[in-house]
């Protein structure tokens, strides 16, 4: 069972609020990704970290941002929420074969819900 | 750049019917390949995974088959169940160096009792 956790599992906020999306993993996996869902089901890489320190940007551009302070935590900030943040937004960690991991396969959170109102 | 092309959805099928989705990829190099399944209000799971060329992964009676001459990791079952309703997305591994995952658009299937 992955030990990969997303909180808060729904979130329902009015427009202009500041927000952080909290992701933890206990796996000690060096890589971590946000992806944005959307209802059309496709997943949209919108952050991703290779290791304590290190955050890119990913294929979807998004006004979010994320800190990687610590290996376990990978938490994404919208400092002023849309309407047009509504979405799902998935949390993912894996091994990096680049540094010997046993294995490249992604383990994801359960995701957070997100509605702007 | 990597990609994964992903059979087009919605699949319907009644219960015990023969599933495949279609998936191909292009990338360099000799990327791992993967299965996740997406149940309603879920994250992502690994159904199967294969990491060279005619490696075959399987799980629940899902099995896919590594085919690197034609760029494929097709998804079969002999006789998909109601509790199989969920969306399937193939994915690869960076081929060169793993920096991400690269996704298909999923494939939402549905079956009916």
């Known amino acids: 069972e992955a030990d990969i956790y997303q909180t808060p599992r729904y979130l329902v906020i009015g427009t202009g609020k500041k927000i952080t999306l909290e992701c933890s993993q206990t796996?000690?996996?060096?890589?971590m990704y946000w992806y944005q869902q959307d209802p059309g089901m496709e997943l949209h890489l919108i952050h991703y970290?290779?290791?304590?320190?290190?955050?890119e940007k990913g294929d979807l551009s998004s006004e979010s941002t994320v800190s990687r302070i610590r290996t376990e935590h990978f938490p994404l900030t919208l400092e002023s929420a849309r309407p047009s943040h509504t979405s799902q937004y998935l949390c993912?960690?894996?091994?990096?074969?680049?540094?010997?991991?046993?294995?490249?396969?992604?383990?994801f959170g359960q995701g957070t819900r997100l509605t702007v109102v | 750049g990597n990609s994964v092309t992903q059979m087009e959805g919605p699949v319907t099928l009644s219960e015990e019917a023969f599933l495949t989705i279609n998936c191909t990829y292009t990338?360099?190099?000799?990327?791992?390949l993967f299965w996740y399944v997406q149940y309603p209000g879920e994250g992502l799971q690994l159904l199967l995974k294969?990491?060279?060329?005619?490696d075959k992964g399987s799980n629940k009676g899902f099995e896919a088959t590594y085919r690197k001459e034609t760029t494929s990791f097709h998804l079969e079952k002999g006789s998909v169940q109601v509790s199989d309703s969920a969306v399937y997305f193939c994915?690869?591994?960076?081929?060169?160096?793993?920096?991400?995952?690269?996704f298909g658009s999923g494939t939402q299937l549905t079956v009916l009792p």
């Open positions: 994915a690869l591994s960076g081929a060169v160096s793993a920096r991400q995952l690269t």
């Open positions: 993912a960690s894996s091994d990096d074969p680049d540094r010997g991991g046993r294995d490249t396969e992604a383990f």
């Open positions: 294969a990491t060279k060329a005619d």
């Open positions: 796996m000690g996996h060096d890589k």
């Open positions: 990338a360099t190099g000799y990327p791992s």
């Open positions: 970290s290779y290791g304590v320190n290190s955050t």
